[in-house]
C-alpha cells in the first residue's frame, strides 16, 4: 500500500473514531447510568424543587405530593416561572417538573446535547418516565422541536405557548435583533448572516421526523402576536404538519394588549392540561382502573349546557372523611368553571352497600335529581359482610337499580377503595368478593368503575410507594392524593373530545338477583307496634361510654335492654331488616316472619366491644311479594364478648 493511500486510510479512521466519540459523548449520559447530582432543596408554589447542575448548566425537578402512576414528566424548555398555571395542574396531578437552563443556547446542537446528559440524569435519579411531555413558551420553541426531532421516541407531547418556530421570524425580524441575533450566530456557529439565512435544521424545517412518530400537538397563540407572529411560526408549522400527515390543534386568542400580544391570559388551562394528561399514559402495568362502559355524557351536557349540576358522594368514612371528595370538588368547579354545583356529601362512616341501598332515598334522592354519583361500599361490605356474597350483590344492585329507575339520566360512577385483604387476593390472582359482586352490577347496568384496590397493588407491587404510605383503609393524605389523581384521570377520559348527546341510561329488563333492595326505604319507627320492654326513645344516647357514629346518636330509637321485651312491625315487599346501633351490651334476639319458625340472630358484631357500629341486620330475605310481618323479641343469651342483652333499633329497613 502506497504512503497516500496508507494516509487516506488513517484519515478516514481517524474521522471514524472522532465521530463515534461524538456520538459515544452524545449518548453516554443515556446509555450509562449517570451518578447521582449534589441536590439543593427549595420551595416552588408549595412543592418541593430539587435543584442540581448538569454539565455547568443550572436545573431543578419539581416534586408533586404523590407521584401518577409511571412518574410521568413535563420538561419545561423556557421562562419557567413565566405563568405556570397549567404546571401547576400537573404537579398537583402527580407530574414532576423538570427545567435545565439552556435559554441562551436557542436549540443548538450544545443546547440539546446538555438536554440528553439532563434527560438521562432525571430518568436514573429520579426514576422518571422514558417519555416526557415538553412545554416551549416563547423562544423555547428552538431546544424544543429541535430535541423533539433529534429523539422523538422520548417525547409523549407537546404543548406549547407562542413557541418560536423559525429564528428568521423571531429574532431576526424583531427590535431584538442587535441583541439575541448574534446569540443565534454563536450558538449555531454561523459564520455570517448568510450562512444562518441558508440554515435548514429550524423546528419549521425539522417536522417530518415527528410527524412520523405521531407525536400529539397544542399550542396556545394570540392572532395579533408581533412578537412571534403566528403566520411565520405556528400556523406555518401547522399547515406544514398537515401536508405531512399530521397537525397541531391550535387554541387561539384573538388579540391582546399585552407586550404586543405576546402575553394573554391563558384560554382553556383545564383543557390544555388534559391534553397533556391524556398523552402521558405510563401505567406501571399497561392498563388503567376505570372501565367507563356507558360513560358520563349525561352530567357533563348537564353542567356545560345548564350551568347547574348535582353530585352527590356516597359512601362510608372514606368518603365521609375529608381529602379526595374535597380535591374532586375542586376540580368539578375548574373543569366546569361557570357551572353552579351543588354538592351532597353523604358518607356516614361504616356503613356498605346494604345500608346504603335504605338510606338513599333520604339520603340523596330526597334533594332531587341527581346528575353524577359516586358511591363506594367495597371496603365496607368486604370488612362488614365478608361471607354474604349475596348481600353485596343485592345491595349495589338495590342503589343502582333504584338510581336508574327513578333518574334514568343520573350518571353513576362505583369506585371500590383499597384494605389489605384486596390487596392480598390481587397479589394471589384472585378477586375480592365484594369488588367482583359490585362489577356484576357495573357491567349490567353500564355503570362507570374505578378499581383503586387494584391501582394501589399494582403500584405496591412495582414498588411506586409502600402501604405504609398509604397508611391503612382510611387513607393518609399521600393515600388521598393517589385517589384523587385517579378520579380526575378518569373523568379526563370519559370527557375527553367533543360533548355528545346525553341520553338516558338503559335498565335491564330483570335484576340480577330478583331480591335486590331496589325499592330500600325506612319504614316509621312509629308504625311499630310496641310490646313489653321496648319503649319508643326521642334522644337516644349510649348507655356505654363507646364511640358512636354521627346521625346514629341524638336521635329517635326503639330500646330495650332486658330479655323477654319485644316488638313487631308490617310492611309490603320481599325483605326486611333494622338498622340497630351494635355495641358493647347488645344480645342475642330472636326473629319470627309471618308467625313461621323463630330464628336466632347475634346483634354484637366484630367491632362492638369499642363502638355503637350502625349495623344493618337483615332480618327477612327472599319472601315472596306481598304483606309481611316481623317479630321480634330479645332472648337472655348473649354474645361471648358482650356484655348486655340490648338492642337499639334506628330505622326498619324494607324493601
Request: charged share 20%; glycine share 8%; aromatic share 10%.
Amino acid at each position: 500500500m502506497n504512503k497516500s493511500i496508507r494516509m487516506r486510510v488513517v484519515t478516514k479512521l481517524l474521522c471514524a473514531v472522532a465521530v463515534m466519540a461524538i456520538v459515544a459523548d452524545r449518548c453516554s449520559a443515556v446509555q450509562g447510568a449517570p451518578a447521582p447530582v449534589a441536590i439543593q432543596k427549595s420551595d416552588w408554589n408549595g412543592y418541593e424543587k430539587q435543584s442540581f447542575t448538569i454539565a455547568g448548566h443550572a436545573a431543578y425537578v419539581v416534586m408533586p405530593h404523590i407521584a401518577a402512576p409511571g412518574k410521568p414528566w413535563v420538561w419545561r424548555t423556557s421562562f419557567p416561572d413565566y405563568q405556570p398555571v397549567v404546571d401547576l395542574e400537573l404537579v398537583r396531578d402527580g407530574y414532576h417538573l423538570g427545567y435545565v437552563e439552556v435559554l441562551d443556547m436557542l436549540g443548538s446542537d450544545p443546547a440539546l446535547d446538555i438536554v440528553d446528559q439532563f434527560y438521562a440524569q432525571v430518568r436514573e435519579q429520579w426514576g422518571l418516565s422514558e417519555k416526557m411531555a415538553v412545554e416551549p413558551c416563547s423562544r423555547g420553541g428552538l431546544p424544543a422541536y429541535r430535541y423533539a426531532a433529534r429523539h422523538p421516541e422520548r417525547i409523549a407531547c407537546i404543548y406549547g405557548d407562542v413557541p418560536v418556530m423559525d429564528f428568521k421570524s423571531w429574532p431576526l425580524q424583531r427590535p431584538e435583533k442587535t441583541t439575541e441575533w448574534p446569540k443565534i450566530l454563536q450558538a449555531y456557529g454561523f459564520k455570517n448572516d448568510a450562512q444562518a439565512m441558508a440554515y435548514r435544521g429550524n423546528p419549521i424545517d425539522e417536522l417530518a421526523p415527528i410527524a412520523r412518530a405521531k407525536i400529539p400537538i397544542r399550542h396556545v397563540i394570540c392572532l395579533s402576536d408581533r412578537v412571534v407572529p403566528p403566520e411565520q411560526n405556528t400556523l406555518e408549522a401547522k399547515r406544514r404538519l398537515q401536508k405531512l400527515g399530521s397537525d397541531i390543534d391550535v387554541v387561539s386568542v384573538k388579540e391582546s394588549n399585552l407586550f404586543e400580544g405576546h402575553h394573554f391570559p391563558y384560554p382553556d388551562v383545564a383543557g390544555s392540561v388534559r391534553f397533556i394528561m391524556d398523552h402521558t399514559d405510563v401505567l406501571p402495568f399497561k392498563h388503567d382502573y376505570f372501565k367507563l362502559r356507558g360513560g358520563l355524557a349525561n352530567s357533563r351536557e348537564k353542567f356545560e349546557t345548564e350551568k347547574t349540576g348535582r353530585v352527590a358522594f356516597f359512601g362510608g368514612s372514606i368518603t365521609f372523611n375529608p381529602g379526595w371528595r374535597d380535591e374532586l370538588m375542586r376540580y368539578l368547579q375548574q373543569r366546569f368553571p361557570d357551572t353552579k354545583f351543588d354538592f351532597i356529601a353523604a358518607g356516614i362512616p361504616s356503613l356498605g352497600s346494604v345500608p346504603h341501598a335504605f338510606r338513599l332515598e333520604r339520603d340523596v334522592l330526597s334533594q332531587g335529581p341527581v346528575d353524577l354519583l359516586f358511591v363506594e361500599a367495597a371496603v365496607n361490605d368486604g370488612s362488614n359482610i365478608p361471607n354474604q356474597p349475596e348481600l353485596m350483590l343485592r345491595g349495589m344492585e338495590g342503589i343502582v337499580r333504584h338510581v336508574r329507575t327513578v333518574s334514568p339520566q343520573t350518571d353513576i360512577v362505583q369506585m371500590h377503595f383499597v384494605m389489605p385483604e384486596f390487596i392480598g387476593a390481587y397479589n394471589a390472582g384472585k378477586v375480592a368478593p365484594a369488588i367482583a359482586e359490585h362489577e356484576k352490577v357495573a357491567d349490567a347496568y353500564g355503570c362507570t368503575s374505578l378499581n383503586l384496590a387494584l391501582e394501589v397493588a399494582d403500584r405496591i407491587r412495582a414498588n411506586e410507594f409502600a402501604w405504609s404510605d398509604f397508611r391503612d383503609v382510611h387513607p393518609s393524605p399521600y393515600g388521598q392524593r393517589v385517589y384523587a389523581n385517579s378520579m380526575m384521570r378518569m373523568l379526563d377520559a370519559a370527557w375527553s373530545g367533543p360533548p355528545h348527546e346525553g341520553k338516558p341510561h338503559a335498565v335491564p329488563h330483570a335484576p340480577l338477583d330478583a331480591f335486590s333492595f331496589s325499592r330500600g326505604r325506612f319504614g316509621k319507627l312509629e308504625s311499630a307496634k310496641l310490646g313489653q320492654g321496648f319503649a319508643l326513645v326521642s334522644d337516644w344516647t349510649p348507655p356505654i361510654g363507646v364511640e358512636t357514629r354521627p346521625g346514629y346518636v341524638h336521635v329517635p330509637a326503639l330500646a330495650a335492654t332486658t330479655p323477654g321485651s319485644e316488638f313487631q312491625f308490617d310492611f309490603d315487599g320481599n325483605a326486611a331488616g333494622l338498622m340497630i346501633g351494635s355495641g358493647p351490651d347488645t344480645g342475642i334476639i330472636e326473629v319470627t316472619v309471618d308467625g313461621g319458625t323463630p330464628r336466632r340472630i347475634d346483634t354484637y358484631s366484630p367491632w362492638s366491644h369499642a363502638l355503637y357500629l350502625p349495623w344493618a341486620l337483615m332480618v327477612a330475605e327472599g319472601l315472596r311479594e306481598g304483606h309481611h310481618t316481623v317479630h321480634i323479641q330479645l332472648t337472655a343469651d348473649r354474645h361471648p364478648g358482650g356484655a348486655g342483652t340490648a338492642l337499639y333499633v334506628f330505622q326498619l329497613l324494607e324493601n
